[in-house]
């Protein structure tokens, strides 16, 4: 633990607050955690990734952060005010390096038969079993509104989804407002960016998925899981938030399924949807 820092215009404070700018994330591969929660997420999922941690002695006393395994500095309310993104950082704010996901992680370019695998695994004297193949996926297309897309990631997280795919010209997910959104999940599911809706909807089918779209003009939720549709591996396509899927987007799908709505509601918030889909998903396959 260094020295109390307390002076709000220092270079160091000011790297530190230019990460909230997504071409400074990208230039640097960093960004910011804010809040005690998302820093015990980080410090006990992957505490590799943390390459600085600045905190009033007040929270570092009440945290227990003290001791924290990362280059961490005392700092002032004042300059925790001056690098944070938000108006209530809690006395907490790191620097962690970005993970993303490829979406070939995801969607690896060819099924491997549990069969062929077995062989393969077998000449090769490997005694591990072949990795099981995902049963459920988010795909987020054009969303733009950082609340919804971190809310999306913490429900899937919450839904035992496998993984996150940003497609299009969706929102960072270390944009600071997303990462506050998933209070932590950035760390429990992996999130895939940087690819188009077309390419990630072909892997998933691919491999075998049932690609679904949230969509009003669809079927009805609880007849597509009645029917069984829910049952095998699934994706999920969530679109913006103002313009939903276009035509051609619905086109690439295998089916469209809305969310019934069942009181005087015009609609339902993007996230909001999204966490019912997931979960229909999550207990179909769980049943």
């Given amino acids: 633990m260094s020295e109390l820092l307390e002076n709000p215009r220092a270079g160091r404070v000011k790297a530190v607050a ?13 960004f910011l955690l804010e809040g005690p929660q998302a820093v015990r997420e980080a410090l006990e999922y992957a505490p590799e990734l943390l390459r600085e941690l600045y905190v009033t002695p007040t929270a570092a006393a009440r945290y227990g952060l ?41 969607f690896p370019d060819r099924r491997v038969g549990a069969a062929a695998a077995a062989v393969d695994l077998e000449a090769r004297g490997d005694a591990d079993e072949p990795a099981a193949l ?16 971190g809310t999306i990631i913490r429900a ?8 996150v795919v ?47 779209a949230a969509d009003v003009s669809g079927d009805d939720l609880p007849v597509v899981r009645a029917e069984g549709m829910l049952d095998g591996p699934t994706a999920w396509v969530f679109g913006n938030e103002a313009r939903g899927l276009t035509t ?29 889909c997931l979960y229909e998903s999550a207990f179909a396959l769980r049943s």
């Avoid at 010209?169 to 999130?191: A, E, I, W």
């Avoid at 809706?197 to 491999?207: E, G, M, S």
């Fill in 166 to 212: 940003l497609t299009g010209r969706s929102v960072d997910p270390y944009n600071p407002k997303v990462v506050r959104s998933t209070t932590g999940s950035l760390f429990h599911v992996p999130v895939s960016v940087g690819v188009t809706l077309a390419d990630t909807i072909a892997r998933a089918k691919a491999l075998g998925y049932t690609v679904l």
């Fill in 18 to 30: 230019a990460l909230s700018k997504k071409d400074v994330r990208a230039e640097t591969g960093l």
């Fill in 156 to 163: 899937a997280d919450s839904a035992g989804a496998d993984a």
């Fill in 248 to 276: 051609e987007d619905l086109a690439l799908v295998d089916r469209a399924v809305k969310v019934p709505i069942y009181g005087q509601a015009e609609s339902m918030n993007l996230a909001t949807a999204a966490s019912v």
């Fill in 66 to 106: 003290d001791d924290a395994p990362v280059d961490t500095w005392f700092v002032t309310e004042q300059v925790l005010d001056a690098m944070a993104d938000t108006v209530t950082p809690q006395g907490v704010i790191a620097v962690c390096q970005q993970f993303p996901t490829s979406v070939k992680d995801v």
């Fill in 134 to 149: 995902p049963g459920l996926v988010a795909i987020l297309e054009e969303v733009r509104d950082p609340g919804n897309a």
